[in-house]
């Protein structure tokens, strides 16, 4: 499985951007599909997942300013963040497990085995 992200930028704070991850390799529908970020000198953490049928979920310091959506057909996965905050400037990551279930809800990096290799995001206030 192959994943390219991106869509990174600097942007100021309240704005927005649009992440993209390619997919391939597998059937991408299949899968449940995550963003994970990493700001700096913090560890990696979970932003949100989907399942191949459109269910979400996110991280409570995301919720409601992003939302994870994905086109199956295109095997792409994105990531809308608006009312971007100086707080989400991190390196965000798309990533794909190996299986189908998980006894931690997809969201822990340790869900994840396939993984991109990231785009910065930058915020400024």
């Known amino acids: 499985v192959q994943l390219q992200a991106s869509g990174g930028g600097l942007v100021q704070a309240g704005g927005s951007l649009r992440l993209s991850c390619a997919a391939s390799?597998?059937?991408?529908?299949?899968?449940?599909m995550g963003w994970f970020r990493r700001a700096p000198g913090k560890e990696r953490e979970f932003v949100a997942w989907?399942?191949?049928?459109?269910?979400?979920h996110y991280a409570d310091s995301v919720m409601g300013r992003f939302t994870i959506s994905r086109d199956n057909a295109k095997n792409t996965l994105y990531l809308q963040m608006d009312s971007l905050k100086p707080e989400d400037t991190a390196v965000y990551y798309c990533?794909?497990?190996?299986?189908?279930?998980?006894?931690?809800?997809?969201?822990?990096?340790?869900?994840?085995?396939?993984w991109g290799r990231g785009t910065l995001v930058t915020v400024s206030s």
């Open positions: 390799g597998r059937t991408f529908s299949d899968y449940i």
């Open positions: 990533a794909a497990p190996n299986s189908r279930y998980s006894t931690t809800g997809f969201a822990y990096p340790h869900d994840y085995e396939f």
């Open positions: 989907i399942t191949g049928g459109g269910t979400t």
